[in-house]
């Protein structure tokens, strides 16, 4: 995806397609698996990690990204791929090796939907999967 189509897709969704927005949503998009605050700050050693973060706060409301919480203790980003916003047709599971601590994206793993009691709205599920990995465990 080139910068124009970033920059188009961001304000599709109502996000001003400043530089720093661009680059941080085709930083995610380059990344193979879901990577957290940090992993983004490594790729990105010009930009300041409280600007990054509020960019991710911005592309996380405006439903650009979705946010995995894996049990690491470190939230982890990843670019939603649906045409108009995040919705749960568009999330997948999740799986967090133990030993290697990464998080692994599942997409042919559908979500369950779930039955919720009159009244409740889902907007978004976390399904994760916790084990070890093809690469660690052929280590074992």
Known sequence: M????????????????TAMRIL??????D???PVSLREIDDKMVTAERS?????????LQQGLIHAIEDGSGA????????HDHCSLDDQHAH??????????????????????PGGFHVTQVNYLLKGICPACYREM
């Open 2 to 17: 080139t910068s124009e189509d970033i920059a188009s897709r961001l304000s599709g969704r109502g996000v001003k397609p």
């Open 24 to 29: 941080v949503y085709k930083t995610l998009m």
């Open 31 to 33: 990344c193979v698996r």
């Open 51 to 59: 600007t990054i973060f509020r960019t991710l706060t911005l592309l």
């Open 75 to 82: 939230v982890r980003y990843e670019v939603c791929h649906g």
């Open 95 to 116: 799986f967090f090796c133990t030993v290697c601590q990464r998080t692994f994206c599942l997409h042919d793993v559908g979500i369950p939907h779930p039955m919720v």
